[in-house]
């Protein structure tokens, strides 16, 4: 286009303005610059329709991350590991390592809020306007195993390849067959060749997997490729929710004895 073209902006806030319509494709704008582009309306109706596009963009991504209810990360009990890398944890929810196109591991025993911190991670990157997707090992294996042709496979393994970050929650939970192995190696492998990061949780170390997939040919490669570029973030503690459980406990029972005291 040249300045002599009849929709060309004039002035740098034109052109920024121009720019942004452009962006955003309304053509029937860009027809009629030269009629409307000193309108004092037409920044706002831009404004308004960035906005509405963000908002339902955002929508979307979050419903296709599939999340779902998680407490935010103020209510996490840092006093309560007896070892956990607060730093690290940080960093992750910088979400360089989504930039970056690397892993993260998260690893511990059962309660001890690696779900809480995934469905965090997961909702930050998301607002953060990332691509993401949610699932359990189990689901994310299951549904793969279920499909009956190859074609069908390849379907559903784009929903858990193409998304900028994978989380997969509860690796180390169930015991897996040689071809559930297969699945996971193959999702781990098409994202590491992108790459494209995937956000892991295990309570089992790394030295444990054959355990969780025996027989499986491919579990050795599996975790160089999954630990090649990872940040691995080791949390040790007791269970959370057993210490919940029993607190909750203890207060039923004072709130029972007080009870008994007031009637009699």
């Known amino acids: 286009m ?10 740098n806030d034109s052109r920024e303005l121009f720019a942004r319509v452009q962006r955003l494709g309304l053509f029937g704008l860009l027809a009629s610059w030269s009629e409307i582009a000193s309108e004092p309306w037409l920044e706002r109706l ?20 599939r999340i ?14 007896k070892r956990i890398d607060r730093e690290a944890l940080d960093d992750l929810f910088s979400l360089r390592f989504v930039e970056e196109g690397i892993n993260a591991v998260l690893l511990g025993p059962n309660g001890v809020g690696k779900t809480m911190i995934l469905r965090n991670l997961a909702h930050q990157a998301t607002l953060r306007g990332h691509t993401v997707h ?28 193409q998304p900028k970050l994978l989380c997969v929650d509860e690796v180390g939970y169930l015991s897996y067959n040689s071809r559930y192995a297969d699945l996971l190696f193959e999702v781990v492998t098409r994202r590491y ?72």
């Not at 040249?2 to 002035?11: E, K, L, N, R, W």
């Not at 831009?46 to 991350?65: C, I």
């Not at 995937?198 to 025996?214: C, D, G, H, R, Y």
């Open 193 to 264: 060749d992108e790459p494209r990061s995937i956000l892991l949780s295990t309570n089992k170390p790394f030295a444990e997997w054959s355990q969780v997939f025996p027989h499986a040919a491919c579990v050795v490669t599996l975790i160089d490729r999954l630990v090649h570029r990872a940040e691995i973030v080791d949390i040790e503690a007791d269970s959370y929710r057993l210490k919940e459980a029993k607190e909750r406990a203890a207060k039923r029972a004072a709130t029972r004895v007080t009870r008994r005291r007031a009637a009699g």
């Open 134 to 161: 949610f699932t359990t090992a189990s689901g994310m294996l299951a549904e793969l195993a279920a499909q009956e042709s190859s074609a069908a496979l390849s379907r559903r393994l784009r929903r858990y390849c």
């Open 46 to 65: 831009v404004t308004l329709e960035e906005h509405e596009r963000k908002r339902r963009s955002l929508e979307r991504r979050l419903k296709s991350a």
């Open 68 to 81: 779902g209810a998680f407490k935010p990360m103020a209510d996490f009990d840092w006093a309560w590991p």
């Open 2 to 11: 040249t300045t002599a073209d009849p929709i060309s902006p004039v002035g």
